[in-house]
């Protein structure tokens, strides 16, 4: 599946059907993430659910804690 991924263009092996599937891949696992899914963002406990499609839009935003 061919989503767009903070901007740029990304290939999703066939088992991410969900943005909780996509959190769980290597490069974004264990991270603190707001996601916004086509312009929406996600409850944390919606993200599991949340279905991907081809063409959809994922910004992913890296929470960083200070102060």
């Given at each position: 599946?061919?989503l ?8 999703l ?26 312009g ?21 935003i890296h ?5």
């Amino acid at each position: 599946m061919k989503l767009e991924i903070n901007g740029q263009s990304a290939i999703l092996p066939d088992h991410c059907a969900t943005v909780g599937d996509l959190l769980n891949q290597p490069e974004w696992k264990g991270r603190m993430l707001i996601v916004e899914h086509n312009g929406k963002v996600l409850f944390h406990e919606n993200v599991a659910f949340t279905l991907l499609s081809e063409g959809d839009r994922i910004e992913l935003i890296h929470v960083v804690g200070g102060g």
